[in-house]
């Protein structure tokens, strides 16, 4: 059962590059969340979708794009990527659209 | 708005010792509650929920009582192994939405 798989699991950027954080789940999950871990820090929410073709922001949207053109995959860009941005991101997805329920291994992102 | 607090870790305890991580929410309307457990190198997994007043989730060993009165919602074992050490985050999500706020987790020992 592969669940939720994101790509890469780490991966260092330059400021000013771009990078798109791959996420896919095979599960028939309608929602799909990105999430940031900081240290110390709870998860917070950067963008979620419902289902394709639908996606909305969530808490700290700032610097990111999503799209959803399948049920299966949902990809987060950063776009002129900043320090700020130095986190874990973590992709998840949910049959129901209460919490989520199914998260990936996360993707280590350090900017430089 | 909503927010979770948790107590703050490490919490370090001896295999076979009781359990208690304290989890207090604020939230507009009735939330529904969760706790997530994150091992080492791994994304979150769901551990248990409650959905209303006076619920008690319980799942491997670990339980958490919905305490609409105090807010609150600790999670408990009786009996807490090695394999157990991870981290524990309290959430919660409102409305029926898609949301989940989190706290800041509490990292669990547990030494032989």
């Known amino acids: 059962n592969a669940g939720v798989t994101q790509t890469p699991k780490f991966r260092i950027l330059k400021i000013g590059q771009s990078m798109t954080l791959q996420c896919a789940q095979d599960m028939n999950h309608n929602y799909m969340y990105w999430y ?30 999503v799209s959803r053109s399948t049920t299966e995959d949902f990809p987060l860009r950063l776009e002129l990527a900043a320090p700020s941005q130095t986190s874990v991101y973590f ?22 | 708005g909503n927010s979770v607090t948790q107590m703050e870790g490490p919490v370090t305890l001896s295999e076979e010792a009781f359990l208690t ?45 919905y305490r609409k009165e105090t807010t609150s919602f600790h999670l408990e074992k009786g009996s807490v192994q090695v394999s157990d050490s991870a981290v524990y985050f309290c959430a919660l999500v409102t409305g029926g939405g898609n949301k989940l706020t989190f706290g800041t987790g509490t990292q669990l020992k547990v030494e032989l």
């Not at chain 1, 950067?46 to 949207?61: C, F, L, M, Q, R």
């Not at chain 1, 659209?97 to 998260?103: I, W």
């Not at chain 2, 969760?34 to 799942?59: C, I, M, R």
């Open chain 2, 21 to 65: 991580i304290n989890c207090t929410y604020t939230a507009t309307g009735y939330p529904s509650l969760f706790w997530y457990v994150q091992y080492p190198g791994e994304g979150l997994q769901l551990l248990l929920k409650a959905t209303k007043a006076d619920d008690k989730g319980s799942n491997k060993g670990f339980e958490a009582t």
């Open chain 1, 36 to 65: 940031r871990q900081d240290p110390g820090m709870g998860l917070k929410l950067i963008y979620y979708s419902v289902g394709a073709g639908i996606t909305d922001k969530g808490e700290v949207p700032n610097g990111y794009n």
């Open chain 1, 91 to 112: 992709c998840a997805s949910s049959q129901t659209g209460e919490g989520a329920a199914f998260f990936g291994q996360g993707t280590r992102l350090t900017v430089v």
